[in-house]
C-alpha cells in the first residue's frame, strides 16, 4: 500500500514548563499521557511502551537548538488526531513530524497492532542525528 506522506511542520509553539506537563500526567490518564523529550541528539525517554488498543496522547518537545523529526512506522497506517495551538487535525498516516526548536507536539491516536518499533530522526543538520544515536524504542504490548 502506497502511503501519502504527510509531514507537519510546527511553527512557534513555546515550551511554557516542563514541569506543567509532569503534572498534567498525574492529573489525567485518560487518554494515557506521554512526553517525549528531544535533545542534540536523543530522544528522552529512550524507550516508551505502550498498549494495543489503549488510546495515547504523546507530547514531543523539541529542547534542543535544531530542528528534529519524529519518525516511526507505528504512525504511518494509523489515523491520528495532531493538536496544535488547541486545533486538532484528524489524518491518516503520519510518515513524519518534524518540530523546531522550542516548539511542541501533541498526538492523539491508539496504537492496534503489538510490536517493537523504531524511533528515529533522521535530520541531517548539523550532521546526521540517527548517526549520532538519535533513535529510541517504542513498545505496543
Ligand atoms: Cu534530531
Known sequence: MKLIRVIFVFCLLTVSSLEALA????????????????????????QIALKAGEEVELTLI????????????????????????????????????EIPPGAQAVLRFTPESPGEFLIACRARSPKDHFKEGMAARLLIR
Open 62 to 97: 523539541n529542547d534542543g537548538k535544531v530542528m528534529h523529526e519524529f519518525i516511526t512506522e507505528v504512525l504511518q497506517t494509523l489515523s491520528v488526531a495532531v493538536v496544535v495551538h488547541g486545533i486538532v487535525t484528524e489524518t491518516l498516516g503520519v510518515a513524519e513530524l
Open 23 to 46: 503534572d498534567e500526567q498525574i492529573a489525567s490518564d485518560n487518554p494515557k499521557k506521554i512526553t517525549m523529550v528531544m535533545h542534540e541528539y536523543r530522544f528522552e525517554p529512550a
